[in-house]
């Protein structure tokens, strides 16, 4: 099973500054495999990238992914106020298994 | 818009079985798998298993003894079994659909329903 740490554990910044996050895997992860979620409390994860740069239906051109390999980055170029939430990475792997990061909580 | 509901028990004997339901509406179940998750502070986002329109289904390894996921397209509803429950299967339960052709992600959710495992 492939294991994914994200970091940092959190993250503080303010709207408008640019966020970086990292996720990186135990093993090699194929680009198309490789997604990006926010999640606020009470809500259900929100799909914001997936197959490493794609972003989902509805998601500003603030959000970008990048990355190859084991390494991977969430880039949001200038935080927004509804910004600040939980963010995980996700990789679909061997035995068609999905799992998740620890999460990068985002706070002002 | 696809829009996801979970249903079911709020809180489970221990040793029982947990049974959930995800009603599916705005759209086809067709030519979609569909998918369990679950979320505990303890172990993060947890990958249940998936269910494909045809009714081929994938699990976790790790729990795929205790694991059944089924499919009823003519209600458009699927559902969790998850046998011989303990506290550690307290969590919120979510129900989600696994990604479009060429999407390896859940891109709809449910809101989530929680489930507490107590006697």
């Known amino acids: 099973e492939i294991v994914l740490t994200q970091s940092p554990g959190t993250l503080s910044l303010s709207p408008g500054e640019r966020a970086t996050l990292s996720c990186r895997a135990s093993?090699?992860?194929?680009?198309?495999?490789l997604a990006w979620y926010h999640q606020k409390p009470g809500q259900p994860p929100r799909l914001l990238i997936y197959?490493?740069?794609n972003r989902a239906t509805g998601i500003p051109d603030r959000f970008s992914g990048s990355g190859s390999g084991t390494d991977f980055t969430l880039t949001i170029s200038r935080l927004e106020p509804e910004d600040f939430a939980v963010y995980y990475c996700?990789?679909?792997?061997?035995?068609?298994?999905?799992?998740f990061g620890q999460g990068t909580k985002l706070e002002i | 818009q696809v829009q996801l509901q979970e249903s079911g028990p709020g809180l489970v004997r221990p040793s029982e079985t947990l049974s959930l339901t995800c009603t599916v509406s705005?759209?086809?179940?067709?030519?979609?798998?569909w998918a369990w998750i679950r979320q505990s502070p303890g172990k993060g986002l947890e990958y249940l298993g998936s269910i494909y329109s045809n009714g081929i289904t994938n699990y976790n390894p790790s729990l795929k003894s205790r694991v059944t996921i089924s499919l009823d397209t003519s209600k458009n509803q699927f559902s969790l079994r998850l046998r011989s429950v303990t506290a550690a299967d307290t969590a919120v339960y979510f129900c989600a659909r696994d990604g479009i052709s060429g999407v390896f992600a859940m891109d709809v959710w449910g809101q989530g329903t929680t489930v507490t495992v107590s006697s």
């Open positions: 996700q990789q679909y792997g061997s035995s068609a298994m999905y799992t």
């Open positions: 197959g490493t740069s």
């Open positions: 093993q090699t992860v194929s680009p198309m495999h």
């Open positions: 705005g759209g086809s179940m067709n030519s979609h798998f």
